[in-house]
């Protein structure tokens, strides 16, 4: 555990027992503006693990944020014992601008660990590597699908980690994905850094989906039940279904241009044959549908209502429903 008598972090001190929200400030905008990214920090008296729950790295992602909102309002960062930090929006200038990218057109969750001398996504990307991971033990860090596609709530691991493979039990979201670390990711570097992160997906950019964020926030409870630090005020939801693991799965692409009609599959298990939806031309002329070309469960959906030839329009696992749970 890396709590102790006094943590420091962004130059701030925090001891056991407080509370305190740091104004953290990489850059100004353009107009020299200040723009500054909340870290709401709160300390037990008692010493434990130290947890991060953190969202927005992709600045249109505001379903994540949603979450980590949640936590903060409902009390679920007042640990029992240790430490709990929420950044809930990690990408501020991405999120001012609605957008998935920083200014400078990067990618923040493609430049970790980052450089104090490179563009201003990897200098924030470094500041974020020094500054929290050395203090963190466990991480949960919160995304949705990008543009339009919808994915079912779950949770990204790399396989054969048994720790991940623990915490993703203990999180129970819908699905559990094998997915390998991409590299220049902040998931791929907590890795290295010996930081224990689950990486969380549900919902679509600029949307707010209740039912994906209750799913989040159950998860989180659940962590820090496991670690005996969730506060004795909080309630945990009893599981009723265990998580479904994924190991294989396909993106299924539109055969040609139109408008999907999609007929909300999303999360279900489908038989091969199952019309997923259907794509038409805008003056009646033809109706293509598009058929599940195996058994297996629907967990990313394209809600865009234009699609071109070759977009993405469902991811699908090669699960069976009497595998599903292996």
């Not at 209750?214 to 962590?223: F, T």
């Amino acid at each position: 555990m890396k709590d102790s008598k006094t943590m420091l972090i962004f130059g701030e001190s925090i001891l056991p027992g407080e509370n305190r929200t740091i104004n953290v400030e990489i850059a100004r905008l353009h107009t020299t503006t200040k723009l500054n990214i909340p870290v709401i920090v709160r300390r037990s008296k008692i010493d434990g693990p130290v947890v991060l729950f953190s969202a927005g790295i992709h600045g249109d992602e505001i379903n994540g944020v949603e979450i980590v909102r949640q936590i903060i309002s409902k009390k679920i960062n007042r640990p029992s014992r240790g430490t709990i930090i929420c950044i809930p929006v990690i990408n501020m200038y991405g999120f001012v601008n609605k957008s998935r990218e920083f200014p400078d057109g990067r990618d923040l969750n493609r430049v970790f660990p980052g450089s104090k001398k490179g563009s201003l996504a990897s200098r924030f990307a470094y500041h974020i590597v020094e500054e929290v991971l050395p203090i963190i033990d466990y991480a949960i860090d919160f995304h949705a699908g990008g543009a339009s596609r919808f994915n079912a709530p779950q949770i990204r691991i790399s396989e054969n980690n048994p720790d991940l493979k623990l915490l993703a039990d203990v999180f129970n979201a819908p699905f559990t994905l094998y997915s390998k670390n991409i590299s220049g990711s902040f998931r791929n570097t907590c890795e290295k850094a010996n930081v224990k992160m689950l990486l969380f997906e549900g919902g679509k950019s600029i949307d707010i989906n209740n039912e994906v964020a209750n799913e989040g926030v159950k998860g989180a409870k659940r962590l820090l039940a496991h670690l005996n630090m969730l506060d004795a005020n909080q309630m945990v939801d009893p599981i009723e279904t265990a998580t479904i693991y994924i190991k294989n799965s396909v993106w299924l692409r539109a055969k040609c241009s139109g408008l999907l009609h999609d007929y909300g599959f999303i999360a279900k298990y489908v038989q091969k044959g199952t019309i997923l939806a259907t794509i038409t031309d805008p003056f009646g002329k033809f109706e293509r549908k598009v058929k599940a070309p195996h058994d297996g469960f629907i967990i990313n959906a394209n809600h865009s209502p234009i699609v071109y030839e070759g977009d993405a329009i469902y991811h699908m696992s090669y699960t069976t429903a009497t595998n599903a749970n292996e």
